[in-house]
């Protein structure tokens, strides 16, 4: 089994409490995603989990046994690190091979899981040469290989993309979704790049401050985050924030700017009145009017032309709104405009804890 | 972008001047003069009577030159590794997170700041027959040279803990973690990983080191005077003997040469090893 | 894991117990009195403290004819010293400043084979320098000295600086020409002054290799300019009738005094120098 289930995790560096009460399930071949700004504690919570940290309390069980306090190589896992750590003056053979022949297995295993690793990450043809000719997506295997060999369970990556440049990540980003596909195994990976969280992940843990701020699959974490930092962290353009109000009858406003949230999740929560924050994405605000939206005016405060879309900023009273646009469609500075909003989509917030506002549990950030 | 237009002005050539001097004249005619002095029968007085090769074969019928050339050699070799393994040693122990390292480091790299002729001259005092130590190996003919071994390798030992420190210090720490993962002792990195990542460093150290074992000189003056009798003779007295004390420059000029060769030899190697490093 | 940090501990103490030794010994053999030292041990801590030795090294020792002790060596070691420090490390900053931005041609050749003459033994240079500089009629004297070390010192010097240069964003130089600065201009008012780290670790260097020479202070520096080491060396190693331990320690720590302070003084920067040396590689 290649589960990993921590509980109570507490880890303390340096003096300082990083970690703190974690609980955390990681199931058997899902590609688990910790993702956060830096200083987080994401890195420290994977270095805890493969050994490379001392636990100053709670358990680590990787595959139903408490590794805490075991040695990193006797746990079952394998860790890319961002440099990739490669031995620089050995070949790829004897990377992949130096901690077998350390650990003194024979000669014919080896070599068998060495071919192995290999054929499975089309490394055949470059066994005799060394790390620094290679290129960044075969390092990269080497460094995976270098796992495989030790028949590693669960596989750990640390921000191994994020020295590189943009396009040599996305093709990296997308041999390792592959991969994935093709092994099958346990993988946790640590990033800042919520980009990476969201095409990689079967699930992505969204940390902050040493706190696990909401666990959930790709779509939980964008379409419902548990709060305002998630709601933040994930979608670029960042979702649009307006402080408010809900009205007794079931509207948002601030000022001038008026939205019927009745529809929306928030269920029972609409219907009192109190203090909110009203968070809406920029694919949900519509230019020109949309039925059964509320319709409301503005003027075009700067467009960003992206290529294959638009992004255009109004300003509304005192708010700046983002607005993504599909078609090319022109807008003049200062242009009055109308726009509607996906009522539906939007979300609404505390603003005194920053949390959803919502009737669902299983939205908020309560770990499983 | 364009890059500013070098002018043809004389500038930049005339500030050179001094190192233009120093490289050609100094380095370069000085050699030169030195080597046509071997070649001709000076005595206390540069003459131009050219001998061929004739200083050069008494150079090596003299006992003495022999006898330095060995004492060299064997000093060499026993010099070179022991501030080898000592200076890693120590740099390997001290690059193992230990508090009080810069007080360490203070402690290993003090002699270097001494001169060879005051480290000499306390080593003397300090392997003085019915002193400190239970031998006498400084007034032994055949033992004489190791005690000039301890007493530079005491001085030059920290220099090599110190380069070899900085080098360890730029490996990349997460191969440490890699290796912790590969499940790899601690030792075995050091010897397959490490080690290997700093032969630059290793080289250069080795060939300054090999470079003060030719010009080894104020030490053994100052510690043995060459002594006892003709024991610890190393060629760089011998030829400044010969230079003034016994008035042979033609002679003292070819042991001169001679000790040019194994420079050379060890340069050119070295720089093309570098420059195509360097071109890669 | 902690036996093996004991071991650590262990081998790093006990070395550096090795290494401190004869600076103990030094310094213990010289606040004795003879008796104490014909009697006791080498490393027995002094019974009775005396600094006489030391007053007798500073200024009563004989050194070949005169018995001035080694003051006069100390003052003639300074009087080579800062001049050998100061002019060899400006030439080494104007070279490697001419090397790093201006690159004339040929000037890489002339930088080669300055480096391969530091590796060169003086013995090969010696003869032909003493007549060079006997012809020029400054054999012997103080100038004659600093040109000795100036000619000795430039390679490393230059070496620092032009890798300290070739630090500094080749983009300060662009704009620097493109302000209308020229050679001189460019190094005085905008190089140099963003050298003081460098000027540092060449000035320590230099002043402590300057000061520990032997071989060039005994042939070139002259009868009335003989720096300490080699008054050092005259002191110890040719006295007739009984050799006083004590003086002569308390003569090798004066003569050792100014670049050990150095050193314990500014070791970060005696460090910085090495590994400065060490990156070029």
Redesign the interface.
């Known amino acids: 089994m290649s589960n990993v289930h921590l509980r109570q995790l507490s880890v303390t560096l340096g003096g300082k409490r990083v970690i703190e009460g974690l609980d955390l399930a990681i199931h058997d071949g899902e590609f688990l995603v910790l993702l956060g700004p830096s200083g987080c504690g994401k890195s420290t919570l994977l270095h805890s989990i493969a050994g490379l940290n001392d636990v100053s309390g709670g358990s680590i069980e990787i595959g139903g046994v408490d590794m805490v306090g075991v040695d990193p190589s006797q746990r079952g896992i394998g860790m890319v690190f961002q440099s990739y750590a490669l031995y620089p003056t050995m070949t790829v053979a004897k990377n992949m091979s130096f901690g077998l022949r350390v650990a003194g297995l024979p000669k014919a295993d080896i070599a068998r899981r060495v071919a192995r690793a290999a054929a499975m990450l089309h490394l055949e043809d470059l066994l005799d040469r060394k790390p620094a000719q290679l290129s960044g997506g075969q390092r990269q295997r080497v460094a995976i290989g270098r796992a495989l060999v030790r028949e590693a369970s669960v596989f750990l990556f640390d921000e191994p993309l994020s020295n590189l440049d943009a396009k040599l990540r996305a093709e990296l980003r997308r041999e390792l979704k592959l991969l994935h596909q093709t092994l099958g195994s346990t993988m946790v990976y640590v990033t800042h790049d919520q980009v990476e969280a969201l095409t990689l992940a079967t699930r992505i843990v969204v940390m902050d401050g040493g706190k696990v701020q909401q666990i959930g699959t790709p779509g939980d974490v964008y379409d419902n985050p548990a709060n305002l930092f998630v709601a933040g962290f994930l979608g670029a353009p960042a979702m649009n924030v307006v402080g408010g109000e809900i009205d007794g009858r079931g509207c948002f406003r601030a000022g001038a700017f008026t939205v019927p949230v009745a529809g929306t999740v928030a269920g029972a929560a609409a219907a009192t009145s109190q203090p909110a924050i009203l968070g809406v994405r920029p694919e949900h605000i519509h230019i020109d009017d949309l039925p059964g939206s509320a319709r409301l005016q503005g003027t075009v405060a700067l467009v960003e032309p992206m290529g294959n879309h638009q992004i255009v900023w109004i300003r509304c009273g005192e708010q700046l709104l983002s607005a993504i646009v599909q078609d090319a469609r022109g807008f003049a500075a200062n242009e009055a405009v109308s726009f509607g909003i996906d009522a539906t989509r939007a979300r609404l917030f505390d603003p005194q804890d920053g949390k959803a506002l919502s009737l669902h549990a299983h939205q908020l950030h309560a770990v499983r | 972008m364009a ?2 237009r ?1 002018p043809a ?1 004389l ?3 005339a ?2 001047l ?3 001097l ?3 004249v ?6 030169l ?2 080597l046509r ?1 071997s070649f001709t029968s000076s005595r206390t007085f ?1 003459s131009s009577q050219y001998v061929g090769l004739a200083q050069y074969e008494r150079l090596f019928d003299n006992e003495r030159w022999v006898l330095s050339l060995h004492n060299l050699a064997l000093y060499g070799v026993l010099f070179i590794a022991a501030c080898l393994v ?1 200076g890693c ?2 740099a390997i ?2 690059d ?1 997170n ?1 508090t009080g390292e ?1 007080v ?8 270097y ?7 000499g ?6 392997l003085t027959p019915g ?3 239970p031998f006498d190996w400084i007034v032994d003919q055949d033992m004489v040279i190791y005690t000039v071994v301890i007493a530079t390798v ?1 001085q030059a030992a ?2 090599v803990m ?2 070899v420190l ?2 360890l210090r730029g490996v ?1 720490p ?2 440490w ?2 290796a ?6 601690a030792w ?1 990195v050091y010897v ?2 490490v080690l ?2 700093l ?3 290793l080289a ?2 080795t ?1 300054l080191l090999s ?1 003060t074992v ?2 080894l ?2 030490a053994v ?2 510690m043995t ?1 060459g002594g006892p009798g003709t024991a610890s003779e190393v ?2 007295k011998f ?2 003997d010969h ?2 004390l016994r008035s042979n ?1 033609g002679l ?2 070819a ?3 001679v ?2 060769a194994p ?1 050379l030899a060890m ?1 050119v190697p070295y ?1 093309y090893a ?1 420059s195509r490093r360097v071109n890669r | 894991m902690k036996v093996a940090r004991v071991g650590i501990y262990a081998f790093l103490f006990s070395a550096a117990l090795c290494f401190l030794l004869p600076l103990y010994v030094m310094l213990v053999t010289s606040v004795k009195s003879m008796d104490e030292i014909r009697q006791g041990s080498l490393f027995a801590l002094p019974l009775a403290l005396t600094f006489e030795p030391w007053r007798q090294a500073w200024s009563a020792v004989c050194t070949g004819a005169a018995c001035e002790g080694v003051r006069a060596g100390f003052w003639n070691s300074v009087a080579i010293a800062i001049p050998s420090t100061i002019i060899p490390i400006l030439l080494g900053a104007v070279n490697g400043y001419a090397l790093s931005f201006w690159k004339p041609r040929g000037a890489n050749v002339l930088f080669a084979v300055l480096l391969a003459g530091a590796f060169i033994p003086l013995q090969v240079m010696i003869y032909p320098l003493v007549r060079l500089l006997a012809a020029g009629g400054i054999f012997g004297s103080l100038p004659g000295i600093v040109l000795v070390h100036t000619i000795f010192g430039m390679p490393l010097l230059t070496l620092l600086f032009r890798n300290y240069y070739a630090g500094v964003p080749h983009e300060l130089f662009q704009a620097a020409r493109i302000d209308g600065g020229g050679f001189w201009r460019i190094f005085l008012q905008v190089m140099l002054p963003m050298s003081t780290p460098i000027l540092v670790v060449a000035a320590i260097m230099q002043l402590t290799g300057v000061w520990n020479d032997y071989i060039l202070g005994l042939v070139f520096a002259g009868r009335e300019h003989l720096p300490m080491t080699v008054q050092l060396n005259n002191v110890i190693n040719t006295t007739t009738g009984t050799r006083l331990y004590n003086v002569n320690m308390a003569a090798t720590i004066l003569t050792a005094l100014v670049p050990l302070a150095l050193y314990f003084l500014s070791g970060r920067w005696f460090v910085r120098g090495i590994a400065a040396g060490a990156v070029k590689g």
Do not use: E, H, N
Request: hydrophobic content about 60%.
């Open positions: 890059r500013p070098r002005r500038t930049p050539f500030a050179l001094p190192m233009a120093t490289a050609i100094a380095y370069i005619g000085c050699a003069w030195t002095v540069a000592i040693l120590l122990f001290i193992q230990v810069g360490l480091r203070t402690i290993f790299l003090y002699p700041a001494m001169s060879f002729v005051a480290t001259l306390v080593w003397q005092w300090m002193q400190g130590f005491w920290g220099l110190a380069m900085a080098g990349d997460d191969l973690k890699a912790r993962l590969d499940g790899i002792p075995r397959s990983i290997p990542l032969a630059p460093t250069t150290v060939l470079t030719v010009k000189f104020d003056v100052a005077q060629p760089a030829i400044m230079l003034f420059i003292a000029s042991g001169a040469m000790m040019l420079v340069l720089a570098r």
